[in-house]
């Protein structure tokens, strides 16, 4: 009768192939990312330790000095932003001139139009432009004074809006019109040109001319 020695160099031998036969697990870290099914859109669920927080961000707050800025109150408050940056280019010339007035003017042999750049608050949600006038004004509008405008530097793509100034100089008292739902940006730039032969004038102001109307 033959027997079997196991030694136990053997047996942890056996031992260690089993072992690294079997599937090995991963543990994430339970300082990652959760389902956001918690979370309205654009946010997501996170649980740090430094800085301490639990809760939906909408950027990874771990980490992170200061941690969600969520969370911070917004500094922006409801308004209006006057006296836009104004440039007046002599078509076809892309060079332009500095004015601090809406004047526009478009003939058979000459054509200008503008851009107006307004610095905006950053937390701005909901922006409109406008245009407006009080009682007191140095204001002129020849017939089809109808200026289109388009958001960014250039008159390309669909425009915002128009801005119809035909006949409005001769309306006593103040007034405001609506153009069109603009972009919101710390900065935003329009481009405004006549969409047939006329002109327009309007001494700009604190209450007067070009405006964006705001909310946050």
């Known amino acids: 009768m033959h027997f079997h020695t ?3 160099g053997t047996t942890l031998a056996a031992l260690l192939s089993l072992t690294t036969a079997l599937p090995t697990t991963s543990y994430s870290s339970p300082l990652t990312t959760r389902d ?14 430094k800085p301490e927080f639990r809760g939906c961000c909408s950027i990874d707050p771990c980490g992170r000095e200061g941690g969600c800025p969520d969370d911070k109150p917004s500094t922006c408050t409801p308004g209006q932003i006057y006296q836009p940056k104004m440039q007046t280019y002599l078509l076809p010339s892309s060079d332009s001139i500095s004015t601090p007035n809406l004047n526009i003017s478009k ?22 432009l406008m245009w407006g006038v009080p009682a007191e004004r140095n204001f002129k509008a020849g017939q089809n004074a109808l200026v289109r405008v388009w958001q960014g530097d250039k008159a390309e793509g669909e425009s915002i809006g128009a801005a119809d100034f035909t006949n409005w100089p001769g309306v006593e008292g103040p ?22 032969e006329s002109e327009v004038f309007l001494e700009q102001g604190a209450e007067t001319g070009w405006y964006i109307d705001y909310k946050c």
């Open 6 to 8: 196991i030694t136990l």
């Open 36 to 49: 956001n099914g918690e979370c309205p859109s654009g946010k997501v669920y996170y649980v740090c330790n």
């Open 175 to 196: 007034h405001t019109h609506t153009v069109g739902t603009v972009k919101c940006g710390e900065e935003m730039v329009f481009r405004a040109r006549l969409d047939k």
């Open 107 to 128: 003939s058979t042999t000459a054509e200008w139009d503008q851009t107006m750049t307004f610095s905006g608050p950053k937390d701005a949600k909901t922006c409109t």
